[in-house]
């Protein structure tokens, strides 16, 4: 299947700083990406939707502010939580679909421990 | 998207099929069922999808019972790697949004 990768795989930073999270589709174009997060023992909730060139699309209770999302070229889409708290901590997810394809594929996650 | 529902959880012996459920009695007819499994710490890998018939790959088959109200995954082999959460998801596959939202899921573990 297709890959896509996340950099990097962990971060710890401290609690109001800002981290920049990387999502990129290696072998194929991806015109849409998903952002998810994902807490202990819990499923993956979905933050936000990204398509190339234009604004994300923000789920309900999901800060725009907070969460800057940029998919700024079809193979790289980026999350930025700025100003983190420890309540962020969280492994964060991304996916991504190819230009008429029907399945999604999955990044490998990237946890974040804020201090 | 059409809820689901799954078992939380179930064990399985090595070696032996694997037969997970799957609910999703208010499906719509443009609605495909997705199966998603994801094993500790790492992002979710697809399995397989489909929209009414049965369908098989290398990893698994997908049943589909004919009112398209519930489905099966079956490993035909189940080994100690498959542990993992098994997602049962039904979407539309269309050319915007095509989202995909995760429910529980069934966490599925395999025993020597």
């Known amino acids: 299947g297709a890959v896509v990768s996340q950099h990097p795989s962990w971060v710890i930073c401290k609690s109001g700083t800002s981290v920049k999270i990387e999502c990129r589709s290696l072998?194929?174009?991806?015109?849409?990406m998903f952002w998810y997060r994902q807490f202990p023992k819990q499923s993956l909730m979905l933050m936000a939707t990204?398509?190339?060139?234009?604004?994300?699309?923000?789920e309900q209770g999901v800060e725009k502010d907070k969460f800057l999302i940029n998919h700024a070229s079809l193979t790289l889409s980026t999350l930025t939580v700025t100003s983190a708290h420890p309540e962020d901590s969280s492994f964060y997810i991304c996916?991504?679909?190819?230009?008429?394809?029907?399945?999604?594929?999955f990044g490998e996650g990237s946890r974040l421990t804020v201090l | 998207d059409a809820k689901t529902t799954q078992p939380t959880s179930m064990d399985c012996a090595e070696g032996r099929a694997a037969n997970l459920p799957c609910n999703h009695s208010t499906i719509s007819g443009n609605e495909y069922v997705y199966w998603y499994r994801q094993i500790h710490s790492q992002g979710p890998q697809y399995i397989i999808h489909g929209l009414k018939n049965n369908e098989t790959n290398e990893m698994a088959s997908l049943i589909i019972t004919e009112d398209r109200k519930s489905s099966t995954l079956i490993l035909p082999h189940a080994t100690l790697r498959d542990t993992a959460v098994y997602y049962c998801i039904v979407r539309v596959a269309t050319a915007a949004g095509n989202k995909l939202t995760f429910g529980g899921g069934t966490r599925v573990l395999v025993k020597p």
């Open positions: 996916s991504a679909r190819a230009r008429g394809a029907g399945e999604l594929f």
């Open positions: 072998d194929f174009q991806a015109t849409t």
């Open positions: 990204s398509n190339e060139g234009s604004k994300a699309t923000y």
